[in-house]
C-alpha cells in the first residue's frame, strides 16, 4: 500500500491521531529539520513519525554515535517507517511516555524533538499531557520543531497551542509558509 493510502486509512479510522490526509512533503521536512544543530545532537526523538517522511530526513543528518528514537501509536504507521527507513527504532507507544522510554535507553535528556502531531486536533488536556512529558526529557537549550497547517492555527486549539509554545519556550520562530505541501504548512522552531 502507497504511504498516501496508508495514511488517508489511518486519518479516517481516527482524524484526531493522524491529523492530516496526506502524509508530508519533502519540502516539510526540510523545513522541519534544516535548522537543527545536528553537530550537537547526540539525543534525538521523534513525535509522529507517520510514514517516516520526518525520520528520513533525520536519519540522513543524525551523526553515526546518537541515539534515535520515534514514537507512533498506530502499528500500521510504525510498519511504515520501518519499512522506509529499516534503521530506525520506531515504537508503538504513547508520546505521554517518552520520559520512561528514554529512561530504559539510559538517556536522561534530550537534545532535539521533531514532533508531527497533530496539535489542533488535540483536547487542552491531552495537549498539556505530551507538553509536560516533553518538558520532562527536552534539555535546556534543547531544540523542538513541529509544524502546523495554516487553517489549523485559527482554531480554538490551534490558538492555545501557538500561545503556549510562546510561553513554554525561550525562542519561538515561525518558518515561512511551505506551499507544495497538502495542505500547505509552516513550522514552530522553538528552543528551551
Known amino acids: 500500500m502507497s504511504d498516501a493510502a496508508t495514511f488517508l486509512k489511518n486519518f479516517i479510522r481516527n482524524p484526531t491521531k493522524v491529523g492530516a490526509i496526506a502524509p508530508s512533503s519533502a519540502g516539510l521536512a526540510e523545513t522541519m529539520v534544516d535548522w537543527f544543530d545536528w553537530t550537537n545532537a547526540k539525543n ?3 513525535f509522529g513519525p507517520g510514514t517516516g517522511v520526518f525520520t528520513e ?4 543528518r543524525l551523526h553515526s554515535d546518537a541515539n534515535f528514537f520515534a514514537i507512533e501509536q498506530s502499528a500500521e504507521l510504525v510498519a511504515a517507517t520501518q519499512t522506509r527507513c529499516p534503521n530506525a527504532t520506531v515504537i508503538e507507544d504513547s508520546v505521554t ?9 539510559g ?11 497533530p496539535w489542533a486536533a488535540f483536547s487542552e488536556r491531552l495537549t498539556d499531557e505530551i ?9 535546556p537549550g534543547g531544540q523542538f520543531a513541529t509544524f502546523a497547517y495554516w487553517q489549523g492555527v485559527i482554531l480554538p486549539a490551534g490558538i492555545r497551542f501557538s500561545r503556549r509554545l510562546e510561553k513554554q519556550f525561550a525562542s519561538v520562530h515561525k518558518s515561512p509558509t511551505v506551499w507544495r505541501n497538502l495542505p500547505p504548512a509552516f513550522v514552530y522552531r522553538c528552543i528551551r
Open 44 to 46: 534525538v526523538v521523534e
Open 97 to 105: 511516555n517518552v520520559a520512561n522510554l528514554c529512561r530504559s535507553r
Open 57 to 60: 530526513a533525520i536519519l540522513s
Open 131 to 139: 507538553m509536560d512529558a516533553m518538558f520532562e526529557v527536552l534539555k
Open 107 to 117: 538517556i536522561e535528556s534530550v537534545d532535539a524533538i521533531v514532533c508531527g502531531l
